[in-house]
């Protein structure tokens, strides 16, 4: 079965810094990756997704992810983080007919 | 065009009671999934259904019935509810383009079982 795995249940970073969340998943064959994120009292958000081709995949909101198959991670990245930027983020495995998610990483961003 | 909504937003029950939590779509999607999230557990699947007039079950579908009730619409039953199913219930639905493989969700219903 596919797998990922969110080693930090929580991040902080302060307002301005760069940010990673990692993720590290277990497939057999070609990943398909994904990040989600989740506002309080709301749903999923997608964020962005890896099927093939460049391994830095760009997403919504200024997030970035790098796809990194000789160490089986896609880490979610971005240059400069916003207060606005604190949710709760997941990482997901595509599976045959749906999703494998990650049990999420809480992003704290301070002022 | 609302995307994915789901009714009620809240719902205590008391154990041994039935409910129905209802979702509809309004992409033309033909597959859509009911998962649970639970604190440190991340989302887990329960039931999915790939097209109108197939479910399948998930990782955790003990305790759970669905209905595919036309394309737009896949509800989840629960027929005697039980505490350890409080939690935050989420529908979600995926297009079927080749280049298309996320999935949208709703903006969830939080059920409290006493």
């Known amino acids: 079965a596919q797998s990922v795995a969110q080693p930090e249940d929580q991040v902080n970073v302060a307002e301005g810094n760069p940010l990673t969340v990692k993720c590290t998943y277990s497939v057999s064959g070609n990943p398909y990756l994904f990040w989600y994120v989740q506002y309080p009292n709301r749903g999923l958000q997608f964020l962005l997704k890896y099927i093939t081709g460049d391994n830095l995949v760009k997403g919504s909101y200024g997030f970035e992810a790098e796809f990194n198959k000789s160490q089986t991670s896609f880490h979610l990245k971005k240059p400069s983080a916003l207060v606005s930027d604190s949710a709760l983020y997941f990482c997901?495995?595509?599976?045959?007919?749906?999703?494998?998610f990650g049990k999420g990483t809480m992003l704290l961003v301070s002022p | 065009n609302a995307g994915v909504t789901q009714t009620p937003k809240f719902q205590v029950l008391k154990t041994g009671q039935s409910m129905t939590l209802q979702c509809a779509q309004d992409?033309?999607?033909?597959?859509m999934y009911w998962y649970r999230q639970d604190p440190g557990m991340g989302l887990r699947l329960i039931y999915y259904?790939?097209?109108?007039?197939?479910?399948d079950k998930g990782e955790v579908p003990n305790g759970y019935n669905v209905s595919r009730l036309n394309k737009r619409e896949f509800s989840l039953r629960l027929e005697s509810a039980a505490p350890s199913q409080t939690s935050v219930y989420f529908c979600?639905?995926?297009?079927?383009?080749?280049?298309?493989?996320?999935?949208?969700f709703g903006p969830g219903t939080r059920l409290t079982v006493t």
């Open positions: 259904s790939a097209s109108e007039g197939t479910t």
């Open positions: 979600a639905s995926k297009g079927e383009a080749r280049s298309s493989y996320e999935q949208y």
């Open positions: 992409m033309n999607h033909n597959s």
């Open positions: 997901a495995v595509r599976e045959i007919g749906t999703l494998t």
